[in-house]
């Protein structure tokens, strides 16, 4: 049979799905009645209006953390599951049969924004409304890519980054050869330009029309969590500046909304810059109908008077499925609070500790059922990076990609541990800065394109 990349299958079957059922319509806009061949700034327009670009899947980046806890008895039902594998930092994560859903579904993702970038300068209508189209086929097109380089490349370094390897870099669709691994510092800077571009086109409101489309606060907070993992720490301050400046809004936990089961949910959050949402269903139904464990580590820094840990777990413990779907539901969305973490992070690592706890407790009021403001004399970063983990677990890999940068530097790195019911039984150990942190690609992926190079183990 002949063999198809990635790329093509991808570009058929997104086209396929096009053909099929219009853009499925996220609120209040109208179905699609676009064909596949999109021709006038209106039909891009629907093709951005598709919440499939909001919805995704990062299941595994989140699995491979402290954050998650797997008990024996689900060990036990299913070892040699990939979501097992992953969890316990085995040698080999995927089964010679196994898809990545990750890793195909970003990318035909990533296709629909390459499609109307290299569509919308010949469609017919205002030179305004195609400015719009494109800045926002940028950002959306900017997120993926920073999730893709952090979970299947390593972390942004000076020294290594233009030999390091992070993920094809797929710019124009139906490309005929076959797109080997970027390197980090190619994909990073195609990031940049991408969100630099958006963010310096004057037709680009600050907020969208809904959180899924991106404005220029989501375009600023996406180069705050850029320049963060870069260890950029003046830009990373000054992008989210620009995105506080036009949204600051938090929600209070304690009036609801801190568990996200739809899109619409997501609409009704005033802090949400860019709306994003995880749906899992395979490890629900893989093991019992039932999702995650809380980790020890997050469940030490969760304790009952945190509405973080009421709302989102069962009995404290068993991260809350979305029971209507028989799916986990995740907020992979960026926030108002995450710019404020990474605001305080900038601050505490010049200096500014006040500052910095200052805003940390900003977002507690905000979280905690019984509000009592941080010991004034906390360490600053420690403070940031431990309200991060409260804050931002099962975001989508966001644990995974500050560990990753954070065992970079001494003092911070961590050697995680798996640890049995009983408490005491280590039956797994992932050291500081293993290749293990990368996802490798599954087999299905580079046999389709033999110029990926694999992650060792």
């Known amino acids: 049979?002949?063999?198809?990349?990635?790329?093509?299958?991808?570009?058929?079957?997104?086209?396929?799905?096009?053909?099929?059922?219009?853009?499925?319509?996220?609120?209040?806009?109208?179905p699609s009645?676009?064909?596949?061949?999109?021709?006038?700034?209106?039909?891009?327009?629907?093709?951005?209006?598709?919440?499939?670009?909001?919805?995704?899947?990062?299941?595994?980046?989140d699995v491979v953390t402290d954050d998650v806890g797997m008990s024996d008895a689900m060990l036990a039902a299913d070892r040699t599951a990939?979501?097992?594998?992953?969890?316990?930092?085995?040698?080999n994560v995927w089964n010679p049969g196994d898809a990545d859903i990750t890793y195909n579904s970003a990318y035909a993702r990533i296709l629909q924004m390459n499609i109307i970038l290299d569509k919308i300068d010949g469609a017919a209508g205002e030179a305004q409304r195609k400015n719009v189209v494109r800045a926002q086929a940028l950002i959306n097109?900017?997120?993926?890519?920073?999730?893709?380089?952090?979970?299947?490349?390593?972390?942004?370094?000076?020294?290594?980054?233009?030999?390091?390897?992070?993920v094809p870099l797929v710019l124009m669709p139906n490309a005929n050869e076959l797109p080997a691994?970027?390197?980090?510092?190619?994909?990073?800077?195609?990031?940049?330009?991408?969100?630099?571009?958006?963010?310096?086109?004057?037709d680009l409101p600050d907020k969208g029309k809904t959180v899924v489309h991106?404005?220029?606060?989501a375009g600023y907070a996406l180069l705050a969590k850029t320049y963060l993992y870069m260890g950029n720490y003046g830009q990373a301050e000054t992008s989210a500046d620009a995105a506080l400046q036009i949204n600051n809004a938090l929600t209070d936990y304690n009036a609801g909304n801190v568990h996200p089961g739809s899109l619409l949910d997501l609409s009704r959050n005033p802090e949400i810059l860019l709306g994003r949402l995880g749906v899992d269903y395979a490890f629900y139904q893989k093991y019992g109908g039932g999702g995650f464990f809380i980790g020890a580590s997050l469940h030490?820094?969760?304790?009952?008077?945190d509405m973080r840990l009421i709302g989102n777990f069962a009995a404290n413990t068993r991260f809350n499925p979305n029971t209507m779907y028989t799916a986990q539901v995740f907020n992979y969305s960026v926030t108002v609070a995450e710019m404020l973490l990474v605001?305080?992070?900038?601050?505490?690592?010049?200096?500014?500790?006040?500052?910095?706890?200052?805003?940390?407790?900003?977002?507690?009021?905000?979280?905690?059922?019984?509000?009592?403001?941080?010991?004034?004399?906390?360490?600053?970063?420690?403070?940031?990076?431990?309200?991060?983990q409260r804050e931002l677990f099962y975001h989508g890999g966001t644990r995974l990609f500050d560990l990753k940068r954070l065992n970079r530097e001494s003092g911070l790195a961590q050697t995680l541990q798996r640890i049995g019911d009983d408490g005491t039984t280590v039956i797994a150990t992932l050291p500081a800065n293993s290749p293990r942190y990368l996802m490798p690609f599954a087999p299905s992926i580079i046999a389709n394109n033999p110029k990926i190079i694999q992650n060792g183990r």
């Not at 030490?300 to 008077?305: E, F, G, H, I, V």
């Not at 200096?351 to 900003?362: E, K």
Request: proline share 3%.
């Open 1 to 30: 049979m002949k063999q198809h990349t990635i790329l093509h299958l991808i570009t058929k079957l997104t086209l396929l799905f096009l053909l099929l059922t219009g853009c499925s319509k996220f609120l209040d806009v109208r």
């Open 33 to 61: 009645t676009t064909a596949v061949n999109p021709t006038t700034v209106s039909d891009f327009e629907e093709m951005l209006n598709n919440d499939s670009i909001a919805t995704c899947n990062f299941v595994l980046a």
């Open 82 to 91: 990939y979501f097992a594998h992953a969890y316990l930092w085995d040698a």
């Open 141 to 166: 097109r900017a997120w993926y890519y920073l999730q893709l380089a952090n979970l299947y490349g390593p972390d942004y370094r000076e020294a290594t980054m233009t030999t390091d390897l992070a």
């Open 181 to 202: 691994r970027a390197t980090v510092k190619q994909v990073y800077d195609q990031i940049l330009g991408d969100l630099h571009a958006a963010v310096t086109n004057p």
């Open 214 to 217: 991106p404005g220029k606060a």
């Open 300 to 305: 030490t820094l969760l304790d009952s008077n």
């Open 343 to 388: 605001k305080a992070e900038c601050l505490a690592r010049k200096g500014n500790a006040a500052g910095a706890v200052d805003l940390v407790n900003q977002l507690r009021k905000k979280r905690l059922i019984r509000y009592v403001p941080l010991d004034p004399g906390i360490n600053a970063l420690t403070a940031v990076l431990q309200e991060r």
